[in-house]
């Protein structure tokens, strides 16, 4: 994840694989919470019951933000017990699909602007003196989306 390379024999080593993959779905779920919280959900709430201000739309997205974050670890603990409970996955779909996530730069990418976006938001927020929830949030969605684009473009000149 931090950008070293190992051999497709170290890839194969996957000590915790259900653990891997219940914290693979957490953090998809609390990417996607925070994003359509920040982007899509808290506008529209702004939008009907006002103030119509940047700063009235910035405070909401931020706290819808911050929502989407918390409710995304439940919410993805609770998909990937669903999922076993009912059957879909057993020990060898746990270490299959750790190891199809491990291979996947795109994947890998992705979760990386994540971490970073999270960390530049925290100093950047440590060092406006503003609050330090916040800046995670807002670096976390902004990690994720450029991780997202990166790979779109990266795509096309392959």
């Known amino acids: 994840m931090l950008g070293e390379q190992l051999s497709d024999e170290d890839m194969q080593v996957i000590s915790h694989s259900k653990a891997e993959l219940y914290y693979h779905v957490m953090l998809k779920d609390v990417q996607a919470f925070a994003f359509l919280g920040m982007c899509f959900i808290a506008p529209v709430a702004q939008l009907i019951r006002g103030p119509r ?7 909401t997205a931020i706290k819808y933000g911050k929502v989407g974050a918390a409710l995304g670890v439940p919410a993805g603990a609770a998909m990937m ?27 890998v990418r992705v ?3 994540t971490y970073l976006g999270t960390v530049a938001g ?7 003196g503003a609050s330090v929830s916040s800046g995670a949030v807002v670096g976390m969605v902004a ?8 790979n779109t473009g990266k795509d096309k000149h392959v």
């Open 53 to 59: 201000t940047f700063a009235a739309l910035q405070s």
């Open 81 to 107: 017990y669903m999922r076993e409970r009912g059957g879909n996955i057993d020990s060898d779909g746990f270490y299959d699909r750790a190891y199809r996530l491990r291979k996947n730069r795109n994947q």
């Open 111 to 113: 979760d990386r602007g």
């Open 122 to 128: 925290i100093a950047g927020a440590l060092g406006m």
């Open 143 to 150: 990690g994720t989306v450029l991780g997202g684009l990166y």
